[in-house]
């Protein structure tokens, strides 16, 4: 979805003194002698520069500035700045078009989009240059790619600006803040309207300051809001190599707690707390708090989908009160919509229409998100937290690149208004690296327990948060068992929301909606600690973790013709140890498991193998015909496996099923 996000609320604001308007020709530059490509070092002014050599070619104008020792180098064709040492972009002036970011410099396989529109700077990093394709490559939000030099109208997207040139471009700082004798460090964002020294300034502070930098008046800057630089020409210089060493946090990257707990997690605020938090920021903003306003006392409405559909009411609350201009745009007003669904850039203010808050309230968090942006299955699930361009919701959910940071932002200041009761409620930790294959959560604690889900449910994105429940020893290992992104059933299986999966939608239950995954894979974020879940796995447990079904001593859940050693592989968790008395998966097979000094033996029952050959052929549809009439008796497993529809009785919607089975229909029988 493509939406401009437009802010009414600003926590401060600062206005300079003129505002400069950006135009889509670089007409402040003069046009240079040189009719190929030259090499210019950039002044202190905008625009200025010095010839440095006239190239007859791109590609030996770029060698020649790579061996350069001037950090200001850049190049020219004409009077456009297409290269440089150490730049930023300065893209969509008029702030009214959205700029895919592709994943390489010649595919269209787009990885996010981005729009400056509602009080975000429009600068971002530049890292290199394509001639081939006209593309260049940027870091913006912590998303890296590649985005076209012009629109289908031939408008440029950007325009490139040698660091020299750049002096007001969005920043951070670490300064003090004091809720009511509450006094803590904060990080703040600053947006930029300009980046050149003049424009209006919007400054939000997103979070409680983790990186061990100290509180002060200077500026850093980031285009990740995880490393932090005093310096821009390090920044882009650590990008461009694709490090984070010389950042002043380099062993304490920051990840705000607001923005990266997932949607799976609780506020700890009842209705009150939440409807008290509403009538401030109303009151603040429109002087009067009443039934006009769309956010007057929903505190109850999202606690109830807290409840019943496993989404943190203040991260809603937060989202509702960012998209809605604090219940009074239009859209909320008009349509009863808190959240600009469906809304675009190009109209904002008119999304979807619901017939009341409370029906749009419950929609957005089970249909947008619970089985949208949060469930594994959609295609805008990239982590279920509020995020940034790298990864999280605000990759598909909106253009604006700090839209994640804005959100988190009001759940920051609610927590913030009430002592920090929900800071660091629970242990949280963030994937280490990319991954091509992806991280799959598992139903136990083993590596060859079965995954939640093979297809869809892998963590990919470096960044990616899981919020911790506890932590385990298993095979030699620790395991983070953590809050399922998915909604789960009974059996741990990810419900609705894909083809081919049969089981309905349904509300989210924190009893059976977890998983584990390996802690290697990832560092904690948060300072509390997990509690510690001792390795207490029943031999029973084993056997289900490992997707078969258990009852009288017997498994069932086996597939004809399946091999004994992967049943074994499987069943081998947490040091057992097993064997079986036959050499085939069949009915009738014995197995046994060994878990410290315990020993417990199984008899396998193979649905529609009711002779113990590991087959369904003509044997069996004799065995179970004469049983029918009574020549023959089955007993134990093999009655069991006669069973081909499950429902109690041997009879002759079994014998059908298995000669159908004979003749090619494997469809029924199923395990």
């Not at 135009?23 to 520069?49: E, H, P, Q, R």
């Not at 629109?151 to 040139?165: K, Q, R």
């Not at 006392?297 to 609350?317: C, V, Y």
């Not at 299955?377 to 605000?394: M, P, S, T, V």
Request: glycine share 8%.
């Amino acid at each position: 979805m493509k939406k401009r996000i437009t802010m009414y609320f600003v926590f401060t604001y600062v206005f300079l003194s003129v505002l400069v308007t950006n135009t889509y020709a670089a007409d402040y530059i003069n046009a240079t002698s040189c009719s190929g490509f030259l090499l210019a070092s950039a002044g202190t002014v905008k625009g200025s520069y010095t010839d440095i050599a006239c190239y007859g070619t791109y590609q030996e104008a770029k060698n020649a500035m790579n061996v350069s020792t001037d950090d200001n180098a850049f190049i020219l064709k004409g009077n456009e700045v297409i290269d440089a040492k150490y730049a930023l972009i300065d893209y969509d002036f008029s702030r009214t078009r959205t700029t895919t970011l592709y994943a390489d410099a010649s595919s269209g396989s787009a990885l996010t989009y981005f729009n400056p529109a509602g009080g975000s700077s429009d600068d971002a990093a530049f890292l290199d240059y394509n001639p081939t394709n006209n593309r260049i490559k940027i870091k913006l939000s912590g998303a890296v790619g590649w985005i076209d030099k012009k629109d289908d109208a031939g408008l440029l997207y950007y325009e490139i600006h040698p660091v020299n040139w750049v002096k007001s471009p969005t920043y951070y700082q670490f300064l003090q803040r004091n809720d009511t004798g509450n006094v803590y460090s904060v990080v703040s964002h600053s947006f930029t309207e300009n980046m050149y020294g003049s424009g209006t300034v919007t400054t939000y502070q997103i979070g409680v300051n983790t990186t061990g930098i100290a509180n002060s008046d200077l500026k850093y800057y980031s285009y990740d809001g995880i490393y932090f630089y005093s310096n821009l020409k390090t920044m882009l210089y650590d990008y461009k190599n694709n490090i984070n060493s010389n950042a002043a946090n380099a062993n304490s990257p920051y990840y705000n707690y607001y923005q990266y707990i997932t949607f799976r997690s609780e506020t700890s605020y009842s209705k009150e707390n939440l409807n008290q938090y509403i009538k401030e920021n109303v009151i603040r903003k429109y002087k009067v708090y009443n039934e006009s306003n769309k956010l007057y006392e929903t505190g109850s409405l999202f606690l109830k989908e807290q409840s019943d559909n496993g989404i943190n009411a203040a991260m809603m609350l937060g989202i509702g009160m960012n998209e809605s201009a604090i219940g009074g745009s239009n859209n909320a007003i008009n349509n009863n919509n808190l959240f600009g669904l469906g809304a675009i850039d190009s109209d904002a203010e008119n999304g979807d229409v619901f017939p009341s808050i409370a029906d749009c309230i419950y929609k957005f968090a089970r249909g947008w998100l619970s089985y949208g942006y949060v469930n594994p299955f959609d295609y805008r699930w990239y982590g279920a937290n509020l995020g940034n361009k790298k990864q999280g919701a605000n990759i598909k959910y909106a253009s604006d690149p700090y839209w994640g940071e804005k959100a988190s932002t009001y759940y920051f200041n609610l927590d913030s208004y009430f002592g920090l009761q929900d800071y660091n409620k629970y242990p949280v930790a963030v994937l280490n690296n990319d991954s091509s294959t992806g991280i799959l959560p598992r139903k136990t604690p083993s590596t060859t327990g079965l995954p939640i889900s093979s297809v869809n449910y892998k963590y990919k994105y470096k960044g990616t948060p899981v919020v911790i429940l506890g932590e385990v020893n298993a095979e030699g290992k620790t395991w983070y068992k953590i809050m399922s992104d998915a909604v789960l059933n009974e059996n741990q299986e990810m419900t609705g929301g894909a083809s081919g999966k049969l089981y309905p939608q349904q509300n989210y239950n924190r009893n059976y909606s977890f998983g584990y995954v390996l802690a290697s894979d990832f560092t904690k974020i948060s300072t509390v600690s997990a509690p510690v879940i001792p390795n207490t796995q029943t031999i029973s447990s084993i056997i289900t973790g490992a997707g078969y079904n258990l009852a009288s001593s017997k498994i069932y859940g086996l597939k004809v013709g399946s091999s004994i050693d992967e049943l074994k592989t499987k069943l081998t968790v947490g040091g057992s140890v097993v064997t079986s008395d036959r050499a085939v998966v069949s009915t009738g097979t014995t197995i046994s498991i060994t878990k410290d000094g315990t020993t417990e033996s199984f008899q396998l029952v193979v649905y529609g193998d009711s002779n113990g050959s590991g087959n369904i052929d003509a044997v069996d549809y004799s065995v179970v015909k004469s049983y029918i009439m009574r020549t023959n008796d089955l007993t134990g497993a093999y009655r069991d496996a006669a069973d081909v529809n499950k429902d109690g009785a041997v009879d002759a919607l079994d014998y059908a099923n298995i000669k159908n089975y004979i003749m090619g229909n494997s469809n029924v029988i199923s395990n």
